[in-house]
């Protein structure tokens, strides 16, 4: 199939990208790398009545830190390149599961278009980069005529495919808490190499309590409440299948022609054990990731 007939604009900043934004009060949509947006254009699962072409702007520099020492923030413009994400020194040292997890994202060509902006906007509950950066704790900065809002990842996906953004806010920068460190786990399970992941687990712990993150189970990326992990100890085999068994159990997945509601269910249970296991182990013999 093919998209239906729409408008084409180019915006060079952010400034006018917002403008358009407003004039075509909700009936436009932003395009980067278009990787996720152009398909479903192609389904006409979506029918925008125009398209704002920002890749003028650029990654304005690419992955910086700011913030006090004490208290470094990863900075990601959204017009960040995956690939540009894989290679980044600033990214391995503050932000290593969101490098790892941009690895599995898609193939070679996705990665040189697709952005971590427009990964996050999609809001795909099955995306590696979506889970990462709620597994991180990040935060969505965007702009509109109203000025520059910061969302925290926690309230920014609302349900499928749908986030916090209003319809004349653009996403601009994706903003991290520093993770040097801090141990971190990524692990999926797909039909086939470079596939939507049928279900995907995201860990990373700060002050040794992990945070987990679940794709694939729900409308969004589901957080897992953190009374269901606790201070689990990788050393206490009954204890890691407690707190795996009980994040299995707290999940109420959809079946579809992929994956039965039960196999995901399983298959929650096999990747967060084995994604605490990798985070948590010791020191001395934690490996590389899942």
């Known amino acids: 199939m093919q998209p239906t007939s729409f408008e084409y604009q180019r915006a060079d900043s952010w ?27 192609n389904l006409r699962l979506t029918l925008p009545a125009a398209l704002i072409d920002v890749n003028g702007i650029g990654d304005q520099g690419g992955p910086r830190i700011e913030g006090p020492a004490e ?6 413009p959204a017009l960040t390149r995956h690939a540009t994400v894989l290679t980044s020194p600033v990214v391995a040292q503050h932000a290593p599961l969101l490098q790892h997890a941009v690895r599995l ?17 999609h809001a795909d509950p099955t995306g590696e980069i979506p889970c990462s950066v709620l597994a991180l704790g990040g935060v969505v900065r965007m702009q509109s005529p109203r000025g520059v809002r ?17 319809d ?14 801090e141990p971190w786990a990524f692990d999926e399970v797909t039909r086939r190499f470079s596939d939507f992941a049928t279900v995907a687990v995201a860990v990373q712990a700060r002050a040794g309590r992990p945070t987990v993150v679940l ?27 407690s ?5 299995a159990d707290s999940v109420n997945p959809e079946g579809d022609v992929h994956a039965s ?30």
């Open 150 to 166: 910061d969302v925290p990842i926690t309230e920014f996906f609302r349900t499928y495919l749908t986030t916090a953004a209003e």
């Open 215 to 241: 794709g694939g189970v729900a409308d969004r990326p589901l957080r897992v409440a953190d009374d269901l992990v606790g201070d689990v100890d990788v050393r206490d085999e009954a204890g890691l299948d």
């Open 243 to 247: 707190a795996a068994g009980a994040v």
């Open 71 to 76: 208290a470094p923030v990863l900075v990601i």
């Open 261 to 290: 509601a039960d196999y995901r269910r399983r298959l929650v249970r096999v990747l967060v054990r084995r994604a605490l296991t990798t985070a948590l182990a010791p020191q001395d013999t934690k490996g590389a990731g899942a």
């Open 15 to 41: 400034d006018e990208a917002v403008e358009l934004m407003q004039i075509w009060q909700g009936e436009a949509k932003i395009i980067a790398g278009g990787q996720s947006l152009v398909p479903m254009m």
């Open 168 to 181: 004349d806010e653009v996403v601009t920068e994706i903003r991290i808490p520093s993770s040097v460190g």
């Open 105 to 121: 994202v898609g193939n070679v060509r996705v990665r040189h278009r697709g952005t971590i902006g427009g990964s996050v906007a």
